[in-house]
């Protein structure tokens, strides 16, 4: 399979979008498209799947589309069902029909070598069997039941009809369907946007073992850097191609910058010399000839375009000047918080300087614990307490601190109304808000511009411990990047949810972790943190209503648990092993006409098949507990 765009252009209403596109896709190929807001990566995205839009590019050769293979496209353009009463189940079964379909062809062919076994008949199923083998029918039940679960629907949720979801549902719903359908070439715009960590591990697994082709455009860099063998940046509408990873990328195109530039100043260097060279010899007789071969010379050049600069604008916030607070910056005491019902219970402090991230699963209660912390909502019980000289500033996720009918600037004064213009335009152009662009609606406002309005806002009055929910949404690449180095630098208290694992990497010293109904403290970092998930050195929360750092408590299972776990892992493995010899025995060519040893084979089979689901149930209802 080979699909390959050359000398390509887009253009909307006669402005230019993209001015030079080369692009391929392979059948391996996996592929993130990057660059700023704005920048064109969904309109790139769509000119691949629509290649309407798509027109002849700056040089002279003609535009050239090759498609190699008879390849199937995957991309979630509109969330749409045709029919919104039929259940969840059914309508997830809809991605295996073909396998489906075979599983009635081989029932009713099963039924026909009752009657008469020949060799058509015999031959027809073993064909069967191994199309039905080759497409998963073994496995995608499990595929979709793992799905599910990792993507926060439960068991009652499948048998409810599609009409009853929330549109948030919906779409991971349909997100789900074409993952299921494994098209050749899968096409995913910003994937992880509102999946919870335990989500876009689970995505990146998938995708990195993923066998066909994808595109994706993403912000997110550590999934980028864990799936991707190729980025496609988009900056000053060209399309340049890398071949790694995020990290492979940006140490790259730092590199090629730099060597662009190096090449410009040298070639600059030489015209100059050249140029003075023909001016102090033109006006000799016997040097003239001479000097003007020297403007042959730079007229035989190639002319070198100086280099674009990197991440021209950055943001210039000065939070060095903020007053030291006390110590202990917070304490909560037996903190019960929630609405209609407890959500969690925990006691916790947190010291000067320490910066906290709080990850977990979506609806487990991280937010809601931000905003009780805060005020926004009153505790059930317990008791919250600040230290000495704590001032503190709160960021919503949601952005509904902002008034949609204000330009830039007045938003900026109903916060600071005894602030001068100048001042508040100062203040405004550190988040590279300047001139005109405060006059601006914020209604018209991009979802990364109404995250720099919000943060010039909090920051301006030099807080000294932030409390923000989720920073880092709608941010572009270069937008998280100068948000890490403020807050890098912020010499306060930072305590902050996030499902940017990059972001929590760099920025938390101390994590806040909500997993299996239990909030556990641990103190120290993302990596530390991680490395001890995997060797299995995280122990067992014994109260889950006490959070404290005394004693570093988790959610791995108890040693009866894991007695359990061994057992039932290796009657998997036995089982497996049977399922294998039993497929070897259903294909050898000696049991074709035995019909008896075919029936009773498939009959094993299926009871294997039925047994290995039921323990696989029953591991990872373990593994849960």
């Not at 307490?385 to 007045?410: P, R, W």
Request: charged share 30%; glycine share 6%.
């Amino acid at each position: 399979m080979k699909y390959q765009i050359k000398n390509a252009s887009i253009s909307l209403g006669g402005n230019s979008i993209l001015d030079d596109i080369n692009f391929e896709i392979t059948e391996h190929s996996h592929i993130g498209i990057v660059g700023k807001n704005g920048s064109g990566k969904t309109t790139l995205l769509n000119a691949l799947i629509h290649n309407d839009i798509l027109e002849e590019g700056i040089e002279d050769n003609p535009l050239q589309i090759t498609k190699i293979g008879n390849f199937r496209i995957g991309y979630l353009e509109q969330v749409t069902f045709l029919n919104e009463e039929t259940t969840m189940l059914e309508e997830i079964k809809k991605s295996f029909q073909d396998i489906i379909d075979i599983e009635q062809k081989l029932k009713k062919t099963l039924k026909e070598m009752e009657k008469n076994s020949t060799d058509k008949i015999i031959s027809e199923y073993t064909n069967l069997l191994d199309k039905y083998t080759y497409l998963g029918g073994y496995t995608y039940q499990k595929e979709y039941e793992i799905m599910l679960k990792k993507f926060g629907f439960t068991e009652e949720d499948k048998k409810k009809k599609i009409s009853e979801f929330s549109g948030g549902e919906r779409t991971k719903l349909a997100f789900l369907k074409l993952l299921l359908s494994n098209p050749d070439i899968l096409f995913l715009d910003e994937p992880t946007n509102h999946l919870d960590i335990e989500a876009i591990i689970w995505l990146e697994n998938y995708l990195k073992n993923y066998k066909k082709a994808f595109v994706i455009v993403s912000h997110d860099r550590m999934f980028l850097d864990n799936i991707v063998n190729t980025i496609y940046d988009i900056s000053y509408k060209k399309v340049t191609k890398y071949t790694g990873n995020y990290s492979s990328y940006e140490k790259q195109k730092q590199e090629n910058y730099e060597k662009s530039l190096k090449n410009f100043e040298r070639q600059q260097k030489e015209i100059t010399r050249l140029r003075n060279l023909y001016e102090k010899f033109r006006n000799k007789p016997s040097k003239a000839s001479m000097a003007l071969s020297k403007l042959h010379m730079i007229e035989r050049m190639d002319i070198l375009e100086k280099p674009k600069i990197l991440n021209t604008k950055i943001f210039k916030m000065n939070l060095n000047k903020i007053e030291p607070s006390g110590k202990t910056v917070l304490t909560c005491k037996d903190l019960e918080f929630g609405f209609n019902q407890t959500l969690g219970k925990l006691s916790f402090e947190i010291l000067n300087g320490e910066k906290v991230g709080i990850i977990g699963a979506n609806g487990t209660g991280k937010s809601t614990l931000l905003k009780t912390i805060q005020g926004l909502l009153k505790p059930q019980s317990g008791s919250i307490s600040f230290g000495y000289h704590v001032k503190c500033a709160y960021f919503d996720q949601n952005l509904k601190m902002l008034d949609d009918d204000h330009t830039i600037l007045e938003e900026f004064k109903s916060a600071y109304p005894m602030a001068l213009d100048s001042e508040a335009r100062s203040a405004l152009g550190a988040f590279l808000f300047s001139g005109e662009e405060t006059s601006k609606k914020v209604s018209v406002l991009s979802g990364g511009e109404k995250v720099r309005l919000q943060l010039c806002k909090i920051l301006y009055d030099k807080p000294n411990f932030l409390i923000l929910d989720e920073p880092t949404n709608h941010l572009d690449l270069q937008g998280k990047e100068q948000l890490e180095t403020i807050l890098s630098s912020y010499k306060g208290m930072i305590l902050f949810v996030s499902h940017d694992r990059y972001f929590v990497k760099k920025m938390a010293t101390h994590l806040i972790v909500f997993e299996h109904e239990l909030a556990t403290y641990y103190p120290y970092d993302y990596e530390t943190y991680q490395e001890k998930r995997k060797e299995n050195r995280i122990e067992i929360q014994e109260d889950p209503t006490k959070l404290t750092k005394k004693n570093e408590k988790s959610f791995s299972t108890k040693p009866k648990n894991n007695k359990e776990l061994v057992k039932i892992e290796k009657e998997i493995t036995k089982l497996e092993i049977e399922k294998t010899k039993i497929n070897e025995e259903l294909l050898k060519e000696e049991n074709y006409n035995n019909y008896q040893k075919m029936n009773d084979l498939k009959n094993k089979l299926d009871k294997t098949q039925e047994n290995l689901e039921k323990l696989e149930k029953d591991w990872e209802n373990l593994v849960e507990k």
